[in-house]
């Protein structure tokens, strides 16, 4: 189990092309932002914070009742902006930084809670493949010290390890018929 192994979930996105939140889609009778920390805290992770936007910040808190809610206040400035906003908040609750953070986007929803079973006690960065999420970020001060817009590829080097799940991205409508 991954108790020693907090997580951070990104849903700030402002999802302009699937013309939705996709924290909100519905899978399966929950949403991808409540089913993300559902199989977190199954896994054991803890703490988990979801990042979000200020307009969303209530419907994601009513949804995520496991986990810390956070907003990022210029989601528009890139992912890697919710990433720190993310990590500084573990940093605050915990009062030093972790060695290891999960890093989950919302939209990419293919693992499953072997997935996270995988990546735990890998060392650096990994992410399986072929879903290539969640992330085991170790590089978290690389991270914390990198422009808000900058692409985490630009920022660190991940390594990739056969792992349970597939790659589902979900960015335009046509893509929510890979969930049913």
């Known amino acids: ?39 977190l805290k199954e896994s054991g992770c803890s703490p988990i914070v ?36 993310g990590l500084m908040s573990l940093i605050s609750d915990k ?16 693992w499953n809670i072997s997935t996270i079973e995988s990546l735990i006690g890998k060392e650096g960065n990994v992410s399986p493949a072929p879903s290539g999420h969640p992330l085991l970020l170790s590089d978290i001060e690389k991270v914390l010290s990198a422009s808000k817009d900058e692409s985490l590829r630009e920022i660190i080097s ?8 597939e790659y589902m991205n979900i960015d335009r409508p046509e893509d929510l018929e890979g969930l049913n």
């Open 1 to 39: 189990m991954a108790k020693s192994v907090p997580a951070v979930v990104l849903a700030a996105g402002a999802s302009a092309r699937l013309g939705m939140p996709k924290a909100m889609v519905e899978w399966n009778g929950e949403t991808l932002v409540g089913r993300s920390v559902r199989l």
């Open 50 to 85: 979801v990042v979000t936007r200020q307009e969303l910040l209530v419907e994601i808190a009513l949804e995520c009742k496991d986990a810390n809610v956070v907003v990022n206040n210029e989601p528009e400035a890139g992912r890697t902006g919710s990433i720190q906003a």
């Open 95 to 110: 009062g030093k930084t972790p060695r290891q953070v999960f890093i989950v986007p919302v939209d990419r929803c293919g």
């Open 158 to 165: 991940i390594s990739k390890i056969n792992a349970p799940g």
